[in-house]
């Protein structure tokens, strides 16, 4: 069926290019900077999205040497693009900097151009934050007959135009389950439910690293804030202490400082101003 066929087509992208669980220790950096983690089974973490720059791919870059076995997604902001040429351009320069493929929010258009060009492309469906003017603010989108049909309707003009996958943000998740039988895209969840292809969060969300309240669709498996805040009253604490220090006069004590050997101010100040005592 449809949605088996998505799953092997996703099977098939990501081959060779898997991250594993004992993956996850890879250096701290890498995941401080990892902008989206994606998972599909109990057992691995299949695909990562990284925020991407084509004018500034240096960070993007620096993520990809740090996960060389990864599948890894780079996604282009919208505002970057304007013209069906500047999207293939920023595709091939993704594609350079080690993307297994790009993300993007644009429409058919520049979906296909990218697409013919023979660059990986995923596309992004229901809430799309950028261009949340048009279905009513930052809130869920196929409630009604006539969105959801929109949200379908939007998803086959992707596949028709040649992307692979489609992120579906905040959509009810029985009705992502129903498309995800009727694309043959690989279909990415965020906020949609268990019926996509793929599972996945804001590394920030998954750990924590901003203050409540939290988004819905979210779930806060450590408390990054938190420790985070506390180090800052700790750096704060340390500033002032030192700031104390100085002003009393107890720092710099002996301990601290490296003394003038035996006679060197005597000559240093008969040297340049004749006062020195013989």
């Known amino acids: 069926n449809a949605n088996s066929a998505a799953g092997d087509s996703r099977g098939d992208q990501a081959s ?3 991250m594993h669980s004992d993956d996850l220790n890879e250096g701290a950096g890498y995941w401080n900077g990892a902008r989206v983690i994606l ?3 109990a ?17 993007a870059i620096a993520m990809r040497k740090a996960a060389p076995h990864t599948f890894m ?7 970057k693009i304007a013209t069906a040429d500047e999207a293939v351009r920023a595709g091939y320069i993704a594609m350079e900097a080690g993307a297994d493929g790009i993300m993007c929010q644009w429409g058919p258009k520049l979906i296909r151009a990218v697409s013919d060009a023979g660059i990986p492309v995923e596309a992004h469906a229901g809430l799309v934050p950028r261009l949340s ?4 603010g930052l809130r869920a989108v196929g409630k009604t007959i006539e969105e959801a049909k929109w949200i379908f309707e939007q998803i086959k003009s992707f596949e028709e135009a040649g992307a692979w996958a489609v992120e ?8 992502l389950a129903e498309i995800s039988k009727r694309t043959r895209l690989v279909t990415s969840s965020i ?5 996509g292809d793929i599972q996945f969060m804001f590394a920030e969300d998954i750990l924590g690293c ?39 006069g107890t720092f710099p004590g002996p301990e601290h400082i490296v003394n003038a050997s035996e006679g060197l101010i005597n000559q240093f100040l008969s040297a340049v101003d004749g006062s020195g005592v013989e």
């Open 73 to 79: 997604t780079f996604c282009i902001g919208l505002t």
């Open 43 to 59: 057992s691995s973490i299949d695909t990562l999205k990284v925020k991407f720059d084509p004018a500034n791919p240096v960070e």
């Open 39 to 41: 998972r599909c089974t």
């Open 210 to 248: 901003h203050a409540p309240p939290y988004p819905r669709h979210t779930k806060q498996y450590r408390n990054l804030y938190k420790m985070e805040q506390a180090i800052q009253v700790e750096r704060v604490k340390g500033f002032r202490d030192y700031i104390d220090d100085v002003k009393s």
């Open 168 to 175: 579906v943000e905040v959509v009810p998740a029985q009705l």
């Open 133 to 136: 003017t048009w279905t009513g």
């Open 16 to 18: 060779g290019n898997t």
């Open 191 to 195: 906020g949609a439910g268990s019926g």
